[in-house]
C-alpha cells in the first residue's frame, strides 16, 4: 500500500525538509544492544492515535554494517516511526562488527522471532539469500539490491535516483552563474552513475553548453576526501557541486562554506550541513521505503520482489531550499511533475565520467 500522498512531493520541492542530514543523532547500538526510539513531537502524537493499528506483536530488527550515516539514520527514524504508530511493538538496531558476522547475526535474529529483518546494501545480500529460504514466516527487507532469488518473502529495494537528480539538475542549470558544475560520486558504479546522468540530464535540459565536471572519490566514507575533490572542481570553475558520496560527501559542505560556492546534497535534506550554500537534495527516501513495506507487513499485503521506488510511489523527488529564487522552485515542480506523468524519463546511464 503506497500510503505517502503524491502532494507531499510539492510541499517538499517548496519548502524542503528542515529535518536533514545529521539533525538527529542516533547512536550505533553495540552487537544485540536495543535502543531507545528517538521520536519527535509527531510521532508521540502518532502513538496515541494509533497505537491499536498492529493486531499482533510484530518486531523489526534494523542491522548494520557500519555506524549510521544519514542514509542509515533516516532509515532509522522512519522505523521508530512505524513503531510510534502501532505497526511494530518492538524494534532493534544491532551494528554487526565485520563481515564474517552477517549471516549468523542475521540467522540469530531470525530464530529469535523478529518478523521484519532489514539491511542495507550488497555486503549482506548472500547472507540474506542464504538465510531467507529456512524462515518463510520472516520478512527480509534488502535495500538498495534487487531480489534476483526470487524469494517470496523477500523485498528489495532499488531506488529511482535519477529522478531527483534531474530535478536538482534543473535547479542547477538555472542557478550557475559560470556555466559550469560538478559532481562528486563515491565511485563509478552503476547506482552511483545514475545520479551522475540524471543530474547531467537535468543541467543539459536548462542549457547544452553548461559543462558538467565529474569526480570519483573511491571512497564512501572519507570526508577529508570529499573535501579535497570538491575544492579542485570549484577551483576549475564550478559555483554548483553535487556529490553522491555518503560519508565522503560530507566533506563537500566544508568545502562550499570555505569559497562561498553552491552545493547540492543527496538522499536526505541536507540543508543543515551548510544552510546558507545547500541548494537542494536529490532525495532517496530510504526511511519511506522502508515504512511502506513495514506498513504492507502489518496489514497482511507485503510482497516479495524487487521494488523501484521513485515518484510513482508518491516519493518526493528533491527538496529545494529557500537559497533558491521562487521562479527556479517552479521550474522544479514542474520538472517533477513531468516526471510524474512520463513526460520527462530521466536516464540511468552516461558517458560522461
Request: net charge negative; proline share 5%; hydrophobic share 40%.
Amino acid at each position: 500500500m503506497r500510503r505517502i500522498l503524491v502532494t507531499l512531493m510539492a510541499l517538499t520541492l517548496l519548502l524542503g525538509v528542515l529535518a536533514g542530514c545529521g539533525g538527529q543523532q542516533a547512536a550505533p547500538a553495540e552487537t544485540g544492544e536495543e535502543q531507545a526510539p528517538q521520536q519527535g513531537e509527531e510521532m508521540e502524537e502518532a502513538e496515541g492515535e494509533e497505537e491499536e493499528v498492529a493486531e499482533k506483536e510484530l518486531r523489526a530488527v534494523f542491522l548494520l554494517t557500519q555506524p549510521l550515516s544519514p542514509f542509515e539514520e533516516d532509515i532509522w527514524e522512519w522505523i521508530n516511526k512505524a513503531e510510534a504508530e502501532g505497526y511494530l511493538t518492538e524494534t532493534k538496531l544491532i551494528e554487526m562488527k565485520s563481515p564474517t558476522e552477517y549471516e549468523q547475526t542475521i540467522r540469530q535474529v531470525s530464530e529469535q522471532g523478529y518478523d521484519i529483518v532489514i539491511s542495507t546494501f550488497f555486503f549482506v545480500k548472500e547472507a540474506f539469500n542464504n538465510v531467507a529460504p529456512d524462515f518463510p514466516d520472516t520478512n527480509y527487507i534488502l535495500i538498495y539490491e534487487p531480489n534476483e532469488e526470487g524469494h517470496e518473502n523477500m523485498l528489495g529495494i532499488l531506488y529511482d535516483v535519477q529522478e531527483g537528480s534531474y530535478v536538482c539538475g534543473v535547479v542547477a542549470g538555472h542557478m550557475t552563474e559560470t556555466d559550469r558544475v560538478g559532481f562528486i560520486g563515491g565511485d563509478n558504479s552503476p547506482g552511483i552513475v545514475k545520479f551522475l546522468a540524471g543530474y547531467e540530464a537535468g543541467v543539459l535540459s536548462v542549457d547544452p553548453d553548461i559543462t558538467v565536471d565529474v569526480n570519483f572519490a573511491g571512497t564512501f566514507i572519507d570526508p577529508e576526501k570529499g573535501h579535497e575533490l570538491a575544492l579542485s572542481l570549484y577551483d576549475r570553475g564550478a559555483d554548483i557541486v553535487m556529490h553522491a558520496a555518503n560519508k565522503t560527501g560530507l566533506g563537500v559542505f566544508t568545502a562550499a562554506q570555505e569559497v562561498d560556492r553552491w552545493v547540492i546534497g543527496v538522499d536526505i535534506d541536507q540543508q543543515v550541513e551548510a544552510p546558507d550554500h545547500v541548494i537542494c537534495s536529490a532525495l532517496t527516501n530510504p526511511g519511506m521505503s522502508v515504512y511502506n513495506a513495514i506498513v504492507e507487513t502489518a496489514e497482511g499485503t507485503f510482497e516479495g520482489g524487487t521494488l523501484d521506488w521513485g515518484v510513482d510511489d508518491g516519493a518526493p523527488a528533491a527538496a529545494v531550499t529557500d537559497n533558491v529564487p521562487e521562479e527556479i522552485k517552479q521550474a522544479a515542480m514542474e520538472a517533477q511533475e513531468e516526471i510524474a506523468s512520463g513526460e520527462i524519463v530521466p536516464p540511468q546511464v552516461t558517458e560522461t565520467e
